[in-house]
T-cell receptor, first 115, second 111 residues
């Protein structure tokens, strides 16, 4: 059971498709995050939204586009992905934006496969 | 950036105490130390957090020496269900450090 809900749980898409991942947090938190977890690699922070301000990891390709319409919802728009983008995409939220003292609460992720 | 180093894997048996150490030599003054547990196909779950000395909750204890350059997660009397990957996280992006996870420690608990 989690206060962070991600949909869909599984997604298969072709390289020319456009899809979106959705995340919703029911915890009243002020910050939301996207992480990528590839096989045998550490969790990689992709994007952070904090009080409507976006903090971006510069190494994220432009084919990944986040959107945060309000403090409870976060989207990751995907287009023209590559097979190496196949991974588990995790959404997280925290009470205080980005503070190390504010634990992250994760959803169970979307398992993305790019064919 | 407070990079962390943990053992890649550990084995234990049911009922034993397990200690997992994380090194973070360049931890900053404002950084907290947070540990997470992750099961396959699930998101990481918060276990415990500390800043200095010792912290204990119903699940684990966290020991942090005075120099804060390392920390040890202690799991008392582990069971098979504690088999998971454990991550140590140090950082505070408000200070310019992204909340970056290390490689984690894969704990295998055997009967």
């Amino acid at each position: 059971e989690t206060g962070v809900t991600q949909t869909p749980r599984h997604l298969v898409m072709g390289m020319t498709n456009k899809k979106s991942l959705k995340c919703e947090q029911h915890l009243g938190h002020n910050a939301m995050y996207w992480y990528k977890q590839s096989a045998k690699k550490p969790l990689e922070l992709m994007f952070v939204y904090s009080l409507e301000e976006r903090v971006e990891n510069n190494s994220v390709p432009s084919r990944f586009s986040p959107e945060c319409p309000n403090s409870s919802h976060l989207f990751l728009h995907l287009h023209t992905l590559q097979p190496e983008d196949s991974a588990l995409y995790l959404c997280a939220s925290s009470q205080d934006p980005g503070r190390g003292s504010s634990p992250l609460h994760f959803g169970n992720g979307t398992r993305l496969t790019v064919t | 950036l407070a990079k962390t180093t943990q053992p890649i894997s550990m084995d234990s048996y049911e009922g034993q105490e397990v200690n997992i150490t994380c090194s973070h030599n360049n931890i900053a003054t404002n950084d907290y130390i947070t540990w997470y547990q992750q099961f396959p196909s699930q998101g990481p779950r918060f276990i415990i957090q500390g800043y200095k000395t010792k912290v204990t909750n119903e699940v684990a204890s966290l020991f942090i020496p005075a120099d804060r350059k390392s920390s040890t997660l202690s799991l008392p009397r582990v069971s098979l269900s504690d088999t998971a990957v454990y991550y140590c996280l140090v950082g505070d992006w408000n200070a310019g450090n992204m909340l970056t996870f290390g490689g984690g420690t894969r704990l295998m608990v055997k009967p």
